[in-house]
């Protein structure tokens, strides 16, 4: 979540005259998120044979030895290693592509697991807006729901 979007969910309390304040916000130490993030690339990267790192807080795994079976225990195993070792929850969203996995680890978070199986993936991208996919954005959102 963007921290202004977090800031906007801290509930407001009414000060002596009537104004409405946030709560209060500690700014992010930088060097410590690094860390943290470091530490869990790391379970990821031993974790699978390919791994795409796109932000501080984002990575995508090819999973291409696992069976849709084998899916949802492999996320648990996953969750529980990173949550024992660095000590965070992760979201985790295992799909047949990058979009739809994104998509799956944003619908359950702050520590959600969620395994969309190809069979599934039309059922599950149904309800969502088209501006939660990566770049789409007004104009071609326009277009999309046109079509």
């Known amino acids: 979540?963007?921290?202004?979007?977090?800031?906007?969910?801290?509930?407001?309390?009414?000060?002596?005259?009537?104004?409405?304040?946030?709560?209060?916000?500690?700014?992010?130490?930088?060097?410590?998120?690094?860390?943290?993030?470091?530490?869990?690339?790391s379970i990821l990267r031993a974790s699978a044979e390919t791994v795409r790192e796109v932000s501080i807080d984002e990575a995508y795994l090819s999973l291409e030895n696992i069976s849709w079976s084998?899916?949802?225990?492999?996320?648990?195993?996953?969750?529980?290693?990173?949550?024992?070792?660095?000590?965070?929850?992760?979201?985790?969203?295992?799909?047949?592509?990058?979009?739809?996995?994104?998509l799956a680890s944003d619908a359950d978070k702050p520590d959600g697991l969620v395994v969309v199986e190809p069979e599934n993936v039309r059922s599950f991208l149904g309800p969502i807006a088209v501006e939660e996919l990566h770049g789409v954005g007004p104009v071609t959102a326009s277009e999309l729901r046109e079509m």
């Open 1 to 41: 979540m963007a921290i202004s979007e977090a800031l906007e969910c801290i509930p407001r309390r009414e000060t002596a005259n009537g104004d409405a304040r946030a709560g209060f916000y500690r700014p992010v130490e930088m060097s410590y998120y690094e860390s943290i993030s470091e530490d869990v690339q």
């Open 70 to 102: 084998g899916a949802t225990t492999f996320g648990r195993s996953l969750k529980e290693e990173i949550e024992t070792t660095v000590g965070v929850v992760a979201s985790i969203g295992i799909a047949p592509g990058m979009t739809t996995a994104k």
